[in-house]
């Protein structure tokens, strides 16, 4: 019996000892690739952990910009702030979304200023402000189910974007789902001069599981009344998230995102490979929780797993994901591991 279908084929030969495999190596993941999300309070000197995500806390602006300076030196390209909102600041309006003071407003133009070289990213979405938890505006119906409003929602978006621009965040990432928000966002960024502002959309977005950490992270998960469903993508559905995606480039996105990241690494492949456009995937924060809770509990190899769950977003097409991984990802490879 031939090992293969052709006499002497044995594919270990290019297994056998390292520099082989790394001769022949498809795909590398490389701190350029890295974007770093982190959370941020308000005060001075001051962090708090995140039950749900060991490792990760939510920093101060000081502690935030010494941190995102150290990213720097290890060559992370990009952070994307999130804010914990504290509660009498969450209005039904949101209209601490578009305060030029807000935490994200403060540490874009604190970050900006000390680490001129690394790229800004700030989501453009209202939850953190909704006294409802939402992303949209909502209208409570008697008896009925809220409804998300659409174009009211887009409207307080475009509001919201400006204020970011002005704080000075080089990408914009509108991660709320409602239609038409993108273009309202260009059309806004162009007429106000910031035209280089890049516009990173989350275009399929699902409605996931995977994001509770996360809502514990920014304090949404008390204020969320309901589900996303109506306005985040259907988790069966892969043709739709490809019209998601050709619409926001066509209303003017730079680059689009799959949301969640390993659970959906076939949309990603489908993405890159129909529209050829910068792909970037987030590693959500239910997927960085169950790496941690395994390798807490001793059943897997943190770094390992961490590493090698990089590799395969690269694999899948991606040019850059969003990881709470990426500064230590960017140590480790540095070390070369
Ligand atoms: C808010 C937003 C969410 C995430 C990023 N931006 C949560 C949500 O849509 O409910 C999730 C990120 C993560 O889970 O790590 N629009």
Redesign the pocket.
């Known amino acids: 019996m031939p090992l293969a279908p052709f006499p002497h084929a044995r594919p270990r030969r290019l297994r056998a000892e390292d520099w082989r495999r790394r001769l022949v190596r498809e795909t590398n993941v490389t701190v350029d690739d890295l974007i770093w999300?982190i959370f941020l309070i308000e005060g001075v000197d001051r962090t708090e952990p995140i039950a749900a995500m060991p490792g990760v806390e939510r920093m101060t602006i000081d502690v935030a910009t010494a941190k995102v300076e150290m990213a720097a030196r290890y060559g992370v390209p990009c952070v994307a702030l999130?804010p914990y909102t504290e509660p009498n600041k969450k209005t039904r309006d949101c209209s601490e979304a578009w305060n030029p003071e807000n935490l994200v407003c403060r540490a874009a133009r604190a970050i900006k200023d000390a680490v001129p070289e690394i790229g800004v990213m700030q989501?453009v979405?209202?939850?953190?402000y909704n006294a409802l938890g939402h992303?949209g505006l909502v209208e409570e119906r008697a008896g009925k189910p809220a409804r998300i409003l659409n174009d009211e929602s887009v409207e307080a978006l475009v509001k919201q974007a400006l204020a970011q621009a002005e704080a000075g965040a080089d990408i914009l990432?509108p991660?709320?789902?409602m239609d038409g928000r993108v273009g309202a966002i260009r059309d806004a960024l162009e007429a106000d001069g910031h035209t280089d502002v890049i516009i990173l959309s989350?275009a399929a977005?699902y409605a996931?599981s995977?994001?509770?950490?996360?809502?514990e992270?920014?304090g949404?998960s008390g204020a969320?009344k309901g589900d996303?469903k109506t306005y985040?993508m259907d988790p069966s559905n892969t043709d739709e998230a490809l019209r998601e995606i050709e619409g926001d480039l066509l209303e003017g996105a730079d680059m689009v995102m799959v949301?969640?990241g390993l659970p959906y690494l076939d949309i990603c492949r489908r993405a890159k490979e129909q529209f050829a456009c910068p792909v970037s995937a987030?590693?959500?924060?239910?997927?960085?929780a169950m790496i941690e809770a395994a390798a807490q509990n001793g059943w897997l190899d943190r770094r390992a797993a961490a590493l090698e769950s990089l590799a395969a977003f690269k694999r899948a097409g991606c040019d850059a994901v969003?990881t709470?991984y990426a500064l230590e990802a960017a140590v480790w490879l540095r070390e070369g591991s």
Not at 125 to 128: E, F, G, H, M, N
Not at 210 to 215: H, K
Request: charged share 25%.
């Open positions: 999300p999130f989501d979405a209202l939850d953190p992303d990432a991660s709320d789902m989350y977005k996931s995977f994001y509770g950490p996360f809502r992270a920014v949404a969320l996303k985040q949301k969640p987030y590693q959500v924060s239910g997927e960085y969003l709470y």
